[in-house]
């Protein structure tokens, strides 16, 4: 049964530290999502890759947030320092590619809080 | 800034009844839309895709899209408690671009 891998399932740090999410996406999906989840915002796109190749990240702060992809089987968000306002969900999604019937597979999700 | 909207609920229907899941959208030019389900504390899973105007059904979910209004909905037949979720509305804009998702109706089916 293919899905997508993340770790950790649940992340409690303190402010200033460094935190590493992982995301293994479908075996043969081309393409790769992060996104975030708060109550107040919904879903909202973080960055993504096509073939490992960054298209967009934009929607990162990017003093902060750092996004990579170093292999096919190994997506990784990063965020340091790490600042309250950070807590959230975080999912990786993976896709055949973005065509016009795009469907997105979701990971569990890491529960990141920052105290 | 293109958005997809969604009334946030929660939407209360009785079980056995229609539940109607609503969403529009901003761009005008958007090609592809997706319902997602999301248990409380789950990830997203799709339910349902739709691409051209009129209405889809599979099993109990119907999908309508109507383009010229910017709308698309989910209805729900036969409504069961195991429905109770929140439903997200995806939207892929002009131009093959990621996925736009609303912030969800959460819907309560009450036994």
């Known amino acids: 049964d293919a899905r997508v891998t993340q770790t950790p399932r649940h992340k409690v740090t303190e402010m200033g530290q460094e935190v590493t999410m992982r995301c293994q996406p479908i075996?043969?999906?081309?393409?790769v999502f992060w996104y975030r989840q708060t109550m107040m915002q919904g879903l909202e796109l973080l960055a993504y890759?096509?073939?490992?190749?960054?298209?967009?990240d934009s929607g990162m702060p990017k003093d902060r947030f750092s996004a990579e992809m170093p292999d096919a089987t190994l997506a990784t968000l990063k965020i340091q320092p790490s600042e309250p306002r950070d807590s959230a969900v975080y999912f990786c999604a993976s896709g055949l590619g973005v065509t016009t019937n795009e469907k997105l597979f979701f990971g569990s999700g890491t529960q990141l809080s920052v105290l | 800034q293109k958005e997809v909207e969604q009334n946030s609920g929660p939407l209360s229907v009785p079980e056995g009844a229609i539940a109607s899941l609503n969403c529009t959208y901003s761009?005008?030019?958007?090609?592809?839309f997706f319902w997602y389900r999301q248990y409380s504390g789950k990830s997203p899973e799709l339910i349902m895709s739709?691409?051209?105007?009129g209405d889809k059904e599979d099993g109990r979910f119907t999908a309508q899209l109507n383009k010229a209004s910017q709308y698309v909905s989910l209805l729900i037949r036969d409504s069961q408690p195991s429905d109770s979720a929140t439903y997200l509305c995806a939207v892929m804009n002009s131009g093959n671009t990621p996925l736009v998702f609303g912030k969800g109706t959460r819907l309560s089916v009450i036994a």
């Open positions: 075996l043969g999906h081309n393409t």
């Open positions: 761009d005008r030019g958007s090609q592809s």
């Open positions: 890759f096509r073939n490992r190749a960054p298209l967009d």
């Open positions: 739709i691409y051209s105007n």
